[in-house]
């Protein structure tokens, strides 16, 4: 079972470059998220979905876009990356939306703007 | 507005020592509350978590949380260190009623000495 994945490991860019950070889980998920983790700032929510064809801003929502055609999968599109954007990027997700449910977390991707 | 606050954002324990980080909640009514860890290079791990019910609760790895309303608090103890638990703690709250989003505190990081 692999849970959560991500993919990137790393990935360096240049200012004003595109790209999309890829998550995938194979549990069934209903619920999806992005977060970045900075230091001193812990875990900022950036986007998340409560299902396929749903999507929501979180905290820190811009630069940053999302979609998710599918249950398994919610990609992270950066248009034209920034320096600002240099950070670690977690994929999460839940069973369900219930207040109670714990979150399976990927390994992270690690990205560096130039 | 809903908030998690790590006063503590490093600690340094010496190995069989016991242990205990403080998380502070700002919520509007009985919260759901969650202690994650974060091993260097990893995602994020659940150890325990509680919404309801006996407010000590037990975790994975040997670490308890108490939640204490009157405090709004929910700190994580361990009674005897190891090496292998050196790594990063969050607390976060569950998704305010009529969101979907965690909230996260800062962190603390966790120093064993041999």
């Known amino acids: 079972n692999a849970g959560v994945t991500q993919t990137p490991k790393f990935q360096v860019l240049k200012t004003g470059q595109s790209m999309t950070l890829q998550c995938a889980q194979d549990?069934?998920?209903?619920?999806m998220s992005w977060y970045r983790q900075d230091p001193g700032m812990g875990l900022r929510l950036i986007h998340y979905s409560v299902g396929a064809g749903i999507t929501d801003q979180g905290e820190v929502p811009n630069g940053y876009n999302v979609s998710r055609s599918t249950t398994e999968d919610f990609p992270l599109r950066l248009l034209s990356a920034a320096p600002s954007q240099t950070s670690v990027y977690f994929c999460?997700?839940?069973?369900?939306?219930?207040?109670?449910?714990?979150?399976?977390f990927g390994s992270g991707t690690q990205l560096s703007v130039l | 507005a809903q908030s998690v606050t790590q006063p503590d954002i490093h600690i340094t324990v010496s190995e069989g020592a016991s242990l205990e980080l403080r998380c502070n909640y700002s919520y509007g009514a009985t919260p759901y509350l969650f202690w994650y860890v974060q091993s260097p290079g990893q995602g994020l791990q659940l150890l325990l978590k509680?919404?309801?019910?006996?407010?000590l609760v037990q975790g994975i790895k040997g670490f308890e949380a108490e939640f204490k309303r009157s405090q709004s608090s929910f700190n994580l103890r361990k009674p005897s260190v190891h090496w292998s638990d050196a790594a990063e703690y969050f607390c976060a709250v569950g998704p305010p009623s009529g969101t979907y989003k965690y909230i996260f505190g800062t962190g603390t990081r966790l120093k064993v000495l041999a």
């Open positions: 549990m069934n998920h209903e619920y």
């Open positions: 999460a997700s839940s069973y369900t939306t219930g207040f109670h449910e714990k979150l399976f």
């Open positions: 509680y919404f309801s019910g006996d407010t």
